[in-house]
């Protein structure tokens, strides 16, 4: 898997120029996918084709150093959140419903 990456705009793109329906690229739970990640400075004719992609201009400041990544995976496609009770459960309470605050 090739994705594209607009620096100037904090954007994913396929390998064809095309937006992801989330804004993030995601591989479907027990694939494997080599993963190729090209940065580029200038993006122009997003979602038009392959052809456009060829017109991008890559991303070279890499001169100071210092630059590092990270891949986040999610092995169930569930997001974490904390939460805590507003208030003590009891079993009559269990089953009428609970009020959770996320953050």
Known sequence: MKL???VQNNKWYNENGESFSNEQPAIPYGNTERIEIQLYAEVNG???GREA???????????????????????????WYKG????AVSP???TSGIHVETT
């Open 53 to 79: 992609v060829e017109d991008w201009v890559k991303y070279t400041e890499f001169s100071d150093g210092g630059y590092s990544a990270i891949l986040a995976t999610d092995n169930n496609f569930q997001h």
């Open 92 to 94: 009559e309470t269990a």
């Open 84 to 87: 805590s009770l507003k208030e």
């Open 46 to 48: 997003t979602n038009s």
């Open 4 to 6: 594209l990456y607009d």
